[in-house]
């Protein structure tokens, strides 16, 4: 029987609220450049950078080159919070149903508090945690708030 779950991340981080949600809202192509050693790319694939229902390729630099494909399911711009569903990579085999939730809290000025949630279904309970991805999750973050640290 398949087992639902969740896991939560919450950071603290030194850019701007608008920069850092501006980056997956809407400026997901640059997110090779601010992390060459995590991603390689990430390419639309259907619709655009900034839609509800686009679907985006990445290319992840993680022993081999992993291939994932999400989709844009829901943007809030006013709580400024995005939600993502895994449709294909290496995550679906063991899991179903994987989300990624972005929500950004503060404003333009630097400094900013994010959290992470990653709901999935377990295609069997005696499955572990899919923990490599909130760790990913947690370092592209850091990493793409250091950069946007760098060139405020």
Known sequence: MAQIAKMELQ??????????YGIFRSKRYLIPEMC??????????????????????????????ERMREIVEAIDDEKKSITFTTLEGDI?????????????????????????TVPYEKKNRDL?????????????????????SKTA
């Open 11 to 20: 950071m603290e981080l030194k850019s701007s609220a608008e920069r850092f």
């Open 36 to 65: 060459p050693d995590l991603v390689k790319n990430v390419k639309v694939i259907k619709g655009d950078w900034e839609s509800v229902g686009s679907i985006k390729e990445w290319t992840l630099v993680t022993g081999g080159c």
């Open 92 to 116: 679906t085999k063991d899991y179903n149903d994987t989300k990624a939730i972005l929500e950004v809290s503060g404003s333009s000025r630097p400094g900013c508090s994010i959290k992470w």
């Open 128 to 148: 572990p945690d899919p923990s490599k991805y909130i760790d990913f999750v947690q370092l592209i973050s850091q990493k793409i708030d250091a950069y946007l």
